[in-house]
């Protein structure tokens, strides 16, 4: 077994009987009430869910195992001369809970580099699409095209023991990991590229070899990888993409299965899809103008004909969020570091001085502040990567990381099917007409 496997199963252990001491000795106790609102309005603020990995608040923002984002970049380790994490670190942490020592980065980096192959017929299935299918359906389609090589699957087809089930997964997880940004680049390079495929280059590091695989193999775009992959990783359990990855998996769906799931969700535009909208929705508003940098003046006329017809001003609002996403300050801080003067990059900090004011004005908008989408794309247009329908699959590589690492422990702690209740309006009325006393399971 290898090392960190070991070491997840001990701490998995640990934590395994923790936690049945807690449930033995406090299960009882109450920790909330929930009102008729919240469960027509999207369970918002109703506890359910135990997700290890990370914690959001509402107006600091996400942290992974305690860490916020700018602690991360000054604690993980780096690749030489770098400034930003190697998210390979992230995944030690997330899985582990506590911060990895270089060497332990680079032993997850190299075993990431031996699970990478990834066998020729999810190449081939990908190519049976129409090449204008959206990025995100081909990266799905690969995905399941993979979840042949389950060892999950495979060994529970064997009849293995409930109490190998987090072995399984383990191995699935990082093969999938691992396995994404070939995937991923295969995508990029077959609908942007013409097919012109780059190999892996085995001694870069992950985020590294992704950007190479992709065709950009400038130093500072790799930093951006790094970053990138890194701030998009977790963001607590109860977002479209973690959850759906858990309540799949809940139902014991290999992890390919429940992570293709959670990749489905993030495909809506209220969820990972916002960062090509952002772009999209700029790029619209510059050649409407007819400017390659609007005024405020301008931004600002644009946002009302947007909310006029009806619409969301994409990478603004969140569900959790109250504050000014630090993913979002973290990319500002990159911007302001590499590329100060990017028009389009000056255009989302303009935005971000107009769109605020403007929604908090309409009464109804819980969080008129940016998230992590708002600036992701700008970012990446400054490198030449302007094809903005591509942007949620880096997102899906990323959020990877995190759920694949909670779904290693909903495994390891034996987390049972999730099954809520739910009523009907009828039993609503009948309920507040005072027929049925109680909520019957
Ligand atoms: N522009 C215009 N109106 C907005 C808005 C925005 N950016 N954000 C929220 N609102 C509106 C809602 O549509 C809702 O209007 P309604 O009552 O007429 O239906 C009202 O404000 C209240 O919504 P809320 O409670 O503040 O937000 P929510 O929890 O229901 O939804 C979110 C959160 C993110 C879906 C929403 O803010 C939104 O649509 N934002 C734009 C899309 C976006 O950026 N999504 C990415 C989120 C981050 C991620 O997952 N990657």
């Given at each position: 077994m290898g090392i960190i496997k070991e070491r997840f199963r001990k701490k998995a252990d640990e934590v395994s009987a923790e936690i049945k001491e807690i449930v033995k000795t406090h299960g009882s106790k109450k920790i909330g009430e929930v009102t008729l609102a919240q469960v027509y309005q999207g369970m918002r603020g109703i506890t359910g869910l135990v997700t290890e990995t990370s914690l959001l608040?509402?107006?600091?923002?996400?942290?992974?195992?305690?860490?916020s984002i700018p602690e991360l970049q000054a604690s993980l380790p780096k690749v030489k001369g770098g400034s930003q994490p190697l998210p390979e670190g992230l995944f030690y942490l997330m899985l582990l809970g506590t911060l990895p020592t270089e060497e332990e980065v680079n032993h997850v980096t190299s075993t990431l580099q031996r699970r990478s192959h990834v066998p020729n017929y999810v190449f081939d299935t990908?190519?049976?699409?129409?090449?204008?299918?959206?990025?995100?359906?081909?990266?799905?389609?690969?995905?399941?095209?993979?979840?042949?090589?389950?060892?999950?699957?495979?060994?529970?087809?064997?009849?293995?023991?409930?109490?190998?089930?987090?072995?399984?997964?383990?191995?699935?997880?990082?093969?999938?990991?691992?396995?994404?940004?070939?995937?991923?680049?295969?995508?990029?390079?077959?609908?942007?590229?013409?097919?012109?495929?780059?190999?892996?280059?085995?001694?870069?590091?992950?985020?590294?070899?992704?950007?190479?695989?992709?065709?950009?193999?400038d130093e500072s775009f790799k930093e951006l990888m790094r970053l990138y992959m890194t701030i998009h990783a977790d963001h607590e359990g109860g977002n479209v993409s973690a959850h759906t990855t858990h309540l799949v998996g809940s139902a014991l769906s290999d992890p390919f299965l429940s992570f293709a799931a959670g990749m489905n969700g993030l495909a809506g535009p209220l969820h990972g899809l916002a960062n090509q909208e952002v772009v999209k929705w700029i790029f619209e508003m510059r050649e409407q103008l007819g400017v390659e940098l609007p005024s405020n003046e301008q931004i600002e006329q644009y946002v009302r004909k947007t909310l006029s017809e009806g619409k969301v001003v994409p990478g603004y609002g969140h569900a959790v969020l109250r504050k000014t996403d630090p993913r979002f300050t973290a990319q500002?801080?990159?911007?302001?570091?590499?590329?100060?003067?990017?028009?389009?990059v000056n255009t989302v900090w303009r935005i971000y001085e107009v769109v605020p004011p403007i929604l908090s004005s309409l009464g109804k908008v819980k969080n008129?502040?940016?998230?992590?989408?708002?600036?992701?794309?700008?970012?990446?247009?400054?490198?030449?990567?302007?094809?903005?329908?591509?942007?949620?699959?880096?997102?899906?590589?990323?959020?990877?990381?995190?759920?694949?690492?909670?779904?290693?422990?909903?495994?390891?702690?034996?987390?049972p099917l999730e099954r809520p209740k739910s009523v009907t309006t009828e039993l609503v009325k009948r309920w507040l007409d005072g027929k049925d006393e109680i909520w019957e399971g």
């Open positions: 608040d509402a107006n600091e923002g996400i942290r992974f195992r305690g860490y990908i190519e049976s699409l129409p090449v204008n299918a959206h990025p995100m359906t081909q990266f799905v389609v690969g995905i399941m095209a993979l979840q042949t090589e389950s060892s999950f699957a495979k060994r529970y087809a064997e009849g293995m023991s409930k109490k190998d089930y987090w072995d399984a997964t383990y191995d699935d997880a990082l093969d999938l990991i691992a396995r994404l940004p070939r995937i991923a680049a295969y995508i990029y390079r077959r609908k942007y590229r013409n097919g012109d495929h780059i190999q892996p280059n085995g001694l870069l590091d992950w985020s590294g070899n992704f950007a190479h695989m992709m065709g950009y193999d500002m801080e990159f911007g302001r570091q590499h590329m100060p003067d990017d028009a389009l008129p502040w940016p998230n992590v989408d708002a600036h992701s794309g700008a970012l990446l247009v400054h490198y030449g990567m302007v094809e903005y329908e591509f942007y949620t699959v880096l997102f899906g590589v990323s959020r990877a990381l995190g759920v694949l690492a909670s779904l290693c422990w909903d495994r390891a702690l034996g987390m």
